[in-house]
């Protein structure tokens, strides 16, 4: 088995990492603190509260999955709160080894694998019938490496909201009263994206400011329509966008943004309601 240990700039970036990683763990989980600042207690109830927001039992393996990842990330936190640095370093690559070994890589190292191949080789393991557990667990570590090596190659900044990466898990699933229709008026999903020249105009939720100053022309407001359509991370929030004052979906910016989003890598797999929508307006 090859050196498990990284470099002292790439140990600096597991440092970063698990910051980044624990601090968006508190954004999904609606805690407005300062990652190393919030108590174990508040992170906590804060979990307690998003899981007790599931029916029991889940309704299908996706909320079971959503459940079991977000008890891991609990886990990691706790851990990652108790620890000092270097021991928080060893558990990442620990995790990282970990991966490599029940995938057949244990000859490289952590930098040199390829992601593709653990991928495809994750998949191998699900097609053999092997324990869901233990797949859904290996996905959230690798899930947790390719971040980790987008930034040490200077991408994650521009990645970050990649569901690869943590941004992946949507801890509240819908209820029945927030599924909307095509014959009602369109509400935002509580992960929506915000910007503030567009809220001015079309307050779309928490957190806009009261600073500002600047006014949004015609041009430039039907050109955060069509950016948000392309940035609608659901059905929900997509129909939104869409039946906003002059936004016609089937116009050629927006519809090549829409599809284009449903198209990008930036989702596992297209949603079937999402796609099915987007092939409706011919998209």
């Known amino acids: 088995m090859s050196n498990p240990s990284v470099n002292v700039q790439d140990q600096q970036k597991i440092i970063e990492f698990l910051l980044l990683k624990n601090q968006n763990l508190l954004l999904e989980l609606g805690v407005v603190q300062d990652v190393e600042e919030v108590s174990l207690e508040v992170v906590e109830k804060a979990a307690r509260d998003v899981m007790a927001s599931y029916p029991q039992p889940p309704r299908d393996e996706s909320e079971e999955e959503h459940l079991r990842e977000l008890k891991g990330l609990l886990l990691e936190f706790e851990d990652w709160k108790l620890c000092d640095i270097r021991d928080r370093q060893h558990m990442l690559i620990s995790r ?10 244990n000859d490289k190292t952590c930098k040199e694998v390829s992601l593709p191949y653990l991928q ?15 797949v859904s667990n290996l996905k959230c570590i690798l899930r947790d490496l390719k971040a980790w090596r987008m ?8 990645e970050m909201d990649d569901v690869t990466f943590w941004r992946k898990m949507r801890f509240a699933p819908p209820s029945p009263s927030d599924e909307d229709s095509d014959s009602e008026g369109p509400t935002l999903c509580r992960d929506a994206p915000h910007c503030n020249d567009f809220d001015e105009n079309y307050p779309l939720g928490p957190g806009i400011s ?17 950016l948000f ?20 979906v089937n116009c050629e910016s927006c519809g090549k943004n829409a599809r284009g989003w449903a198209d990008s890598n930036t989702t596992y797999n297209i949603p079937t309601d999402i796609d099915a929508w987007l092939r409706g307006k011919n998209l």
């Open 96 to 105: 990282f080894r970990s991966l490599l070994f029940n995938l057949g890589c």
């Open 210 to 226: 009261k600073k500002r100053k600047k006014t949004i022309t015609e041009e430039r407001r039907m050109e955060y329509k069509f």
């Open 151 to 158: 930034l040490c190659e200077g991408r994650l900044s521009e």
């Open 120 to 134: 495809n080789e994750l998949g191998n393991l699900e097609s053999r019938g092997h324990s869901l557990r233990f």
């Open 229 to 248: 359509a392309a940035e609608a991370h659901c059905l929900r929030c997509l129909k939104y966008y869409a039946a906003q004052p002059d936004f016609d």
